[in-house]
């Protein structure tokens, strides 16, 4: 079993706490107070400082696919889920039915979207880029104002337009 490591990074929209063993990457998620701040010695992995640099890229509008490897626990279909949203691209948004079509099935919207709620691995794993059928905000653990604020930051860079919603 791989050492577990874990750092925090101040981006523009909060603190972010990147854990991970040396070979991957296995939770990105916001820290909205103290509460939840992991404390003891932080290691931090080769890794760990390159998925660092790959999110400041990413906030300054310089990196629109990630590198890193990751990896998080879950059923086969979970697994699926997380592995279609990898393949929406940046920039651009697919609502929960078109997530469920992608996997094969419409009847699958509700699994679908609980999964993508389950999500452990903010950014990298673009859970932000799923919306609602009518094209509405809908859906984020990290907060409705962080889901507007990485699309709107994703829709500038890649459309050179300033808001989306």
Not at 55 to 79: A, C, M, V, W
Not at 87 to 114: C, F, H, N, Q, W
């Amino acid at each position: 079993m791989s050492e577990l490591f874990y750092t925090y990074y101040e981006s523009p929209i909060g603190l972010i706490k990147i854990g991970g063993t040396d070979q991957y990457i296995g939770e990105l998620s916001f820290v909205d107070n103290k509460d939840q701040l992991t404390y003891g010695e932080p290691g931090i992995s080769e890794l760990m400082h390159q998925c660092t640099e790959e999110l400041i890229e990413y906030f300054h509008g310089s990196r629109k696919h990630f590198d890193i490897p990751i990896h998080q626990n879950g059923t086969d279909f979970q697994l699926k889920v997380w592995s279609e949203l990898t393949e929406i691209g940046y920039g651009k948004t697919i609502s929960y039915m078109d997530l469920a079509k992608r996997l094969g099935d419409p009847k699958v919207i509700r699994a679908a979207a609980t999964t993508n709620g389950k999500n452990n691995i903010a950014i990298l794993v673009p859970c932000h880029r799923v919306i609602g059928s009518d094209r509405s905000l809908i859906g984020y653990s990290g907060g409705m104002w962080r889901k507007k604020w990485l699309l709107q930051h994703e829709f500038k860079i890649a459309h050179g337009v300033q808001t989306l919603f």
